[in-house]
């Protein structure tokens, strides 16, 4: 088994209201004149209340093009990850020593020497330590860089492993970008980080928390344009495809089924569910496809509300907030489920 030690959380240092981050939108991917009736309908469906920002609202509008975006990224993934690990193992009550492994996941942004290679010397990690950086999952980042650090706990099972995810969405929003993709990416998405401090069964008698008992990922066929970046000279333009929901329809359940079956389980026997906050429209068809309780997603959708769409750190902060808030009986299943582009889904079963 892999046991969960802790997991840690941190936002971007500028909160604002939606209709605030709709106003820097209207004013920054709009043409001059244009009626923003679509975009204040999109912001307002997504039923995002507030979203944390690496920079004031202002600055967005000065970002010119791709370097300069990515210069910002840099900076403030690595103050971002240094909080959220850092957090993250005085919850575990281990040193920053005592790490074996710092798997770093976003898709937000690109680093070469890597963001986890910045925060060796700054964490105070040991110089030996290893380190697997992950491009290109997207929202199901953070469920799978979970299932990496099993699979890399079950063979050195008298380590600790760390995973850190940062996403600073809002430094992809596209100026001078009316597409509909890109307006719906400004409604949604928010910046933040996470970092989970994982122990092998060696060490699992150290600490507290629920343990990773299996994963499993699943790509679909013909799925490649359902999600994901189209590169541009101005960054990341994002590719989101109306379909998601209907992709979500037609095979999770199969998945869900299939995966807790090979354990003994059913979806009834599961006492809660870890769920990337996909928007609105992806919660509803998880929802519908798995015959969900009304109230199972329910911190997924406050998590929803309260921050937006994190990317790959917002099912790491539903985790912790289940832990701290749902307490699930101790024993019992969970599944942690996110997915991303590919288009796959990322599936984690969790013994509370």
């Not at 193992?89 to 910045?118: C, E, K, M, Y």
């Not at 590719?239 to 299939?258: F, H, K, T």
């Not at 519908?288 to 917002?314: K, Y």
């Amino acid at each position: 088994m892999t046991r969960i030690a802790a997991v840690h959380g941190a936002l971007a240092p500028h909160r604002h209201a939606q209709a605030e981050i709709t106003d820097m939108v209207a004013r920054t991917c709009l043409p001059e004149g244009t009626d923003r009736q679509v975009l204040d309908r999109l912001h307002h469906s997504a039923k995002v209340r507030s979203r944390h920002m690496t920079l004031p609202l202002e600055r967005y509008g000065e970002l010119d093009g791709f370097g300069a975006a990515n210069d910002v990224f840099i900076t403030a993934a690595t103050d971002l990850g240094a909080k959220a690990v850092r957090g993250a193992l005085h919850t575990a009550g281990l040193s920053p020593a005592d790490v074996d492994l710092l798997i770093f996941t976003s898709v937000t942004g690109i680093a070469t020497p890597s963001i986890d290679a910045r925060l060796v010397g700054r964490l105070g990690l040991r110089p030996d330590v290893k380190r697997l950086p992950l491009f290109g999952l997207g929202c199901a980042g953070g469920a799978a860089g979970l299932s990496r650090t099993h699979d890399y706990l079950l063979a050195r099972p008298d380590q600790v492993a760390v995973l850190l995810s940062v996403e600073l969405c809002s430094l992809t929003f596209q100026r001078d970008d009316a597409s509909l993709a890109n307006l719906v990416a400004t409604a949604l998405f928010g910046d933040g980080a996470a970092a989970v401090v994982a122990c092998g069964a060696g060490r699992a008698d150290e600490t507290s928390g629920p343990t990773i008992v299996d994963s499993r990922s699943h790509l679909y066929p013909d799925t490649g344009r359902v999600m994901g970046w189209d590169i541009k000279d101005s960054g990341f333009q994002v590719v989101l495809d109306s379909q998601i929901p209907d992709v979500v329809r037609r095979y999770l359940a199969d998945d869900v089924e299939g995966f807790l079956g090979d354990h003994g389980l059913k979806p009834k026997d599961v006492t809660a569910w870890v769920c990337h906050p996909g928007g609105p429209k992806v919660l509803e068809a998880v929802t519908e496809a798995l015959d969900l309780p009304e109230d199972a997603l329910d911190v997924t959708w406050r998590h929803l509300a309260d921050v937006g769409n994190l990317s790959s750190s917002s099912v790491l902060h539903v985790l912790r907030d289940t832990l701290a808030e749902r307490r699930p009986p101790p024993g019992t299943p969970g599944l942690l489920l996110a997915m991303g582009p590919g288009f796959a889904a990322e599936l984690v079963l969790l013994r509370w």
